[in-house]
């Protein structure tokens, strides 16, 4: 399964980054978009078995949607189209979200990095709001002697890669506007992050909202999760506005499925 999706993000990078006046852009993209409808399609079974009904739905629909993607695509080949330009910027975003994401996620070496810069420098964070912390494994912090355990999904690379894949996506953008709208989400990603994990493990360690794992669920699932939700909103405001470039990209991707949507109902 794994391999299925290295193929198609692989396939999808190229695709992004040929010339124009490559046609086999047009072969790669499709293939690419078809590889991951076929990881999507694979993956509800494992949502079946944990009865996670609403990921089962999403990633029904982001196998079909994928589908549609890469039938688009293959479609444009013969029209030469600059209007379809958009579906490539779509699969640099795609492809460099994707592959940023999953190289740490199954890289090794690159996870235990990640896992263990994210846990000491949480550390260090929770220590400086006073708050009495030590580090008992390379990936658990313990508060008044209750540990947390930090993985992947702790670190915040999931929406790190996100916005990395979508600033990399602003297609005309020069390289300077990029780095700015890189910095002002990324690093302040990362730091909104540790404070969290703080936040969360003071919680649960000293049970602020009542037992320790009721703390760590209102604190963790509550909180800071709609905190997050807050700032991702409002840091991907300042992102498109420096980068009017991806609204754009999304409005164009939107604008030609509904035509090809269309045009493939009206049959």
Known sequence: MTSILWISLILLALASVLPKTNNSRF????????????????????Y?????YINVFLAIAAA?????????????GSKKEGEYEVFFSLSRAASVGGLLYFLFAE????????????T??????????GVPVVQTAWNEL???????EIILACTAFESIALFSGIISSANGAPFARKLRAFMISVPIIYILNLQRLAFTASAYGFGWFGTPDE??????????????????FILSYMVMKTLPEISDMIDGVVKMMRIEFRRLTAR
């Open 27 to 46: 072969q790669l993209g499709g293939i690419g978009w078809v590889f991951l409808s076929i990881y999507w399609s694979l993956q509800p079974t494992a």
């Open 48 to 52: 079946i078995e944990l009865k996670d």
């Open 64 to 76: 079909i949607l994928s589908l549609f993607i890469a039938y688009i695509i293959f479609k444009s």
């Open 107 to 118: 890289v090794g070496l690159l996870n235990t990095w990640i896992i263990s810069t994210v």
């Open 120 to 129: 000491e420098q949480a550390v260090w964070v929770t220590g400086k709001f």
């Open 142 to 148: 313990a508060v008044n002697g209750l540990a947390v």
């Open 215 to 232: 703390s760590f669920h209102i604190s963790e699932h509550i909180i800071t999760k709609a905190g997050s939700l807050m700032a991702l």
